[in-house]
């Protein structure tokens, strides 16, 4: 992959074909980095499509990727209000910059819910992608409940341990992600793996965006 510098946003881009008939988009940390790669082999073996891959870094996780400020849930930190400012930075400098006939985007755990989110308010994404959600979100549900998703098709995906977590809001996630999958009017995927939340983060992600992407 090669790295480069967006507006003072580190950016890591897998791109095969100048004009690729999907971009796929995702917010990564550190961890996801890690995963790329193997996520990009997967991909590539279970897809016939041509697509670039653009990753972009988040820096503060908690603040850049919320919909809106909430109390820690787990830890000391709360909850930002920066998806906003996130989803205009996709927008405004990494849709214009790569070129595809469709746009995805798609992210894990936080990054997920950050997706959702931003296929609310957006139709520039043909696919979302929200692979271990997080749906247990202070009132989450209440807004996907009176919001209209803009995406063609969703793919949501969650371990089957995770509705098993001792913290009892994010052990909500479970029956939030199957009301998420009941909401939605649009081509639509939950698929179940096996694991609590962090197992085969890359895997999952790599599932999630090359059905996205068929």
């Known amino acids: 992959m090669k790295q480069i510098e967006i507006a003072e946003r580190q950016v890591w881009v897998h791109q095969t074909t100048e004009r690729p008939e999907w971009i796929i988009i995702q917010p990564v940390d550190e961890h996801d980095l890690q995963g790329l790669d193997e ?4 991909i590539s073996s279970h897809s016939t499509v041509s697509y670039s891959l653009v990753a972009f870094r988040i820096n503060d996780w908690n603040s850049e990727l919320s919909p809106w400020k909430a109390p820690a849930v787990f830890g000391r930190e709360d909850f930002g209000d920066g998806a ?4 205009c930075y996709i927008l405004d400098e990494l849709v214009p910059r790569f070129k595809g006939n469709r746009y995805c985007l798609g992210g894990y755990s936080l990054a997920g819910l950050f997706t959702l989110w ?4 957006t139709d520039v994404f043909s696919s979302i992608v929200g692979v271990s959600p997080s749906v247990w979100f202070p009132q989450w549900i209440e807004f996907a409940e009176s919001h209209q998703m803009k995406a063609n098709r969703v793919y949501l995906s969650l371990g089957d341990k995770e509705p098993k977590a001792k913290n009892p809001v994010m052990a909500r996630v479970g ?6 999958h009941e909401l939605l009017d649009c081509e639509k995927f939950l698929e179940w793996n096996e694991g609590n939340h962090f197992k085969d983060n890359a895997l999952r992600t790599a599932k999630g965006f090359a ?4």
């Open 211 to 214: 059905w996205a992407i068929q």
């Open 84 to 87: 906003a400012k996130t989803l």
């Open 118 to 121: 931003s296929g609310y308010q």
């Open 39 to 42: 996520e990009i082999s997967w």
């Open 175 to 180: 029956e939030c992600v199957q009301r998420m």
